[in-house]
Nanobody, 123 residues
Framework: QVQLVESGGGLVQAGGSLRLSCAASGPTRDYAMAWFRQAPGKEREFVAVVRQNNAKYYADSVKGRFTIARDSAKNTVDLQMNTLEFEDTGLYFC??????????????????WGQGTQVTVSS
């Protein structure tokens, strides 16, 4: 069983930066670790994933601005978010699961989810 707890959300002006962290309890070395987000009134969407081999993939909307990083020793996965835009506002979730490339953006590919941390970007 894996439990995930996100932290680091907050209010930031457009153009600013935030760093989200996801702390995992339980074994995650066999899982890919991902970040998703959900804006008010919208569906949850894929943001970034780091696979077990440290391969990283990003949504087109965040490529070049966000960086996902996994620390296996600490059992954490961070999301560094730079040059934030109003459209980045949402509840950010950490997730863990066994994925293949064709499923990495699918919510149902992930077994474990955190409760989320709110990111609000003011324009």
């Amino acid at each position: 069983q894996v439990q995930l707890v996100e932290s680091g959300g907050g209010l930031v002006q457009a153009g600013g930066s935030l760093r989200l962290s996801c702390a995992a309890s339980g074994p995650t070395r066999d899982y890919a670790m991902a970040w998703f987000r959900q804006a008010p009134g919208k569906e949850r969407e894929f943001v970034a994933v780091v696979r077990q081999n440290n391969a990283k993939y990003y949504a087109d909307s965040v490529k070049g601005r966000f960086t996902i990083a996994r620390d296996s020793a600490k059992n954490t996965v961070d999301l560094q978010m730079n040059t934030l835009e109003f459209e980045d506002t949402g509840l950010y979730f950490c997730a863990a699961g066994s994925i293949i490339l064709s499923t990495m953006k699918q919510i149902n590919a992930y077994y474990y989810w955190g409760q989320g941390t709110q990111v609000t970007v003011s324009s």
